[in-house]
């Protein structure tokens, strides 16, 4: 009888043992689906970090997958189809709307969902661009929406390249970064045509950022690409320089090996995307109106939304709405020049009047807003108070190198054409270097042209 009782003892003490180590041990409860419930307070402010937070459970330790966006996904796929309800979504989108809209988004842009260790929606960090990236998390109140920037490296690059068809041929047959040609076709756009002027052997040579990103694009991608610091390139045997340098007037600027400034006071045209559908005249007759009327500007059409640039450094004199203009924006560039950007859909952040504007940067947005038969740009220039034809103005550079600065940018420059003029060129045809330097085909003296020959840090 002892010996039952002592049986059935033991039997009812593992049981009771195997029920506590079941109820109590780490990460035993079941991953519970995203439930409307779940946008609430249940979430850490570090969505990367898998500490312990008393009374709101742990992040799962291991890093979610990075997703991409495809081709015509909207992000009410990209959230379906990770379990969110179509009202979890629309609160998603409703509470980032302010800082950035969900929308817009386009193929090839990732996130990463974040998500407690009981299954409910953490964050969801959206990268924007190289830089930037959305997170929306879940807390106390509801859904917090910040912009934040990728901490990153940065790691200098030099690249070179004898052209075989074209400059952005050779990048690609390099395997090195589209950027580059993009941002040296603006650099040299007053005095190089790269669409005509461009011919088989001519080269480049360029010393450049890397932007190594922090948990951002080096996970998500390639690495961005920085500023430019130097760069030559050499066509139908003349080399033409640019070198970035603070001239203390607020803005890092190119100059020429002499000082000039490579910039005209005004850029051509105020946006890249586009057609002329109306030129400058004094009699026109007027779409809308039906009347005959001077049109002192150029129209470009292009789709709403496209981005607007400000053709010359300056300050914004008017960022404003009327009847007849829509949404506009007035630059004053200096004592003589004054552009106008008519019927925009709207402006770009922190435009108003009285901020100072680099030339290139976005003021706004092609729309048609005011009198308008459709999407278009409406731009203008006046000249000592009088509107002029943009298309027919003979534009002096911009500033150059101030005489107080020349001594110490003659220095610099020397250092940098050194430098430079030291870089092989490589020839994507052949594993060899052309261009009269001392290294032998098929061995590269210096750093590859895809790595960086130094390395610094910075955050930002």
Same mark, same amino acid.
């Given at each position: 009888m002892n010996r039952n009782k002592f049986i059935v003892s033991v039997i009812m003490v593992g049981t009771m043992a195997g029920m506590f180590y079941l109820a109590f041990r780490d990460g035993s409860a079941p991953v519970q689906p995203v439930t409307e419930s779940s946008l609430g307070p249940a979430s850490i402010s570090t969505p990367m970090d898998a500490q312990a937070v008393e009374g709101i459970g742990t992040l799962t330790s291991s890093s979610p997958e990075v997703q991409t966006v495809n081709k015509n996904e909207a992000f009410?796929?990209?959230m379906l189809k990770n379990g969110f309800t179509p009202q979890e979504i629309n609160e998603i989108a409703r509470a980032a709307k302010p800082i950035y809209n969900f929308r817009r988004i386009y193929p090839g842009q990732t996130y990463k969902i974040f998500r407690n260790a009981d299954g409910t929606f953490a964050s969801l960090d959206f990268t924007v661009d190289e830089g930037r990236y959305i997170e929306v998390t879940s807390g106390d109140g509801?859904?917090?929406?910040?912009?934040k920037k990728f901490p990153f490296d940065l790691v200098i690059r030099v690249a070179s390249g004898l052209i075989t068809h074209s400059l952005f041929a050779s990048l690609s047959e390099q395997d090195l970064p589209i950027n580059i040609g993009i941002k040296l076709a603006d650099i040299f756009a007053w005095d190089i045509d790269f669409?005509? +002027?461009?011919?088989?052997?001519?080269?480049? $040579?360029?010393?450049?950022? #890397?932007?190594?990103?922090? =948990?951002?694009?080096? +996970?998500?991608?390639?690495?961005?690409?920085? $500023?430019?610091?130097?760069? #030559?390139?050499?066509?139908? =045997?003349e080399s033409h320089y640019a070198f970035l340098f603070d001239s203390q007037d607020g803005f890092p600027d190119y100059f020429d090996e002499k000082g000039k400034s490579l910039r005209k006071q005004l850029l051509r045209a105020p946006l890249t995307y586009s057609r002329i559908s109306s030129r400058y005249s004094h009699r026109r007759l007027h779409p809308v109106l039906h009347t005959y009327r001077p049109h002192l500007g150029i129209d470009y059409a292009a789709p709403t939304g496209t981005p607007v640039m400000t053709?010359?450094?300056?300050?914004?004199?008017?960022?404003?709405?009327t009847r007849a203009n829509g949404n506009y924006i007035k630059v004053k560039h200096n004592s003589s020049y004054i552009s106008y950007y008519l019927h925009l859909s709207r402006f770009a952040k922190g435009i108003k009047a009285g901020v100072r504007v680099k030339q290139g940067q976005v003021i706004g947005y092609v729309g048609a807003t005011g009198i308008a038969t459709g999407p278009h740009l409406d731009y203008r220039v006046k000249k000592n108070g009088k509107f002029v034809n943009p298309l027919?103005?003979?534009?002096?550079?911009?500033?150059?190198?101030?005489?107080?600065?020349?001594e110490a940018y003659n220095i610099f420059v020397s250092v940098k054409l050194d430098r430079i003029r030291q870089i092989p060129i490589r020839d994507?045809?052949?594993?060899?270097?052309?261009g009269g330097m001392e290294s032998a085909p098929g061995k590269d003296t210096s750093t590859d042209s895809r790595r960086g020959d130094s390395q610094s840090s910075a955050t930002d």
């Open positions: 009410f796929d990209l509801g859904l917090s929406v910040t912009e669409f005509s +002027q461009i011919r088989k052997n001519d080269y480049f $040579r360029v010393v450049y950022e #890397e932007k190594q990103m922090k =948990g951002g694009p080096d +996970q998500y991608g390639a690495p961005g690409i920085g $500023r430019i610091l130097s760069a #030559e390139f050499n066509t139908s =045997g053709t010359g450094d300056g300050a914004i004199m008017t960022a404003s709405r027919k103005l003979k534009l002096p550079p911009a500033k150059p190198v101030p005489a107080d600065r020349m994507p045809r052949a594993e060899h270097y052309a």
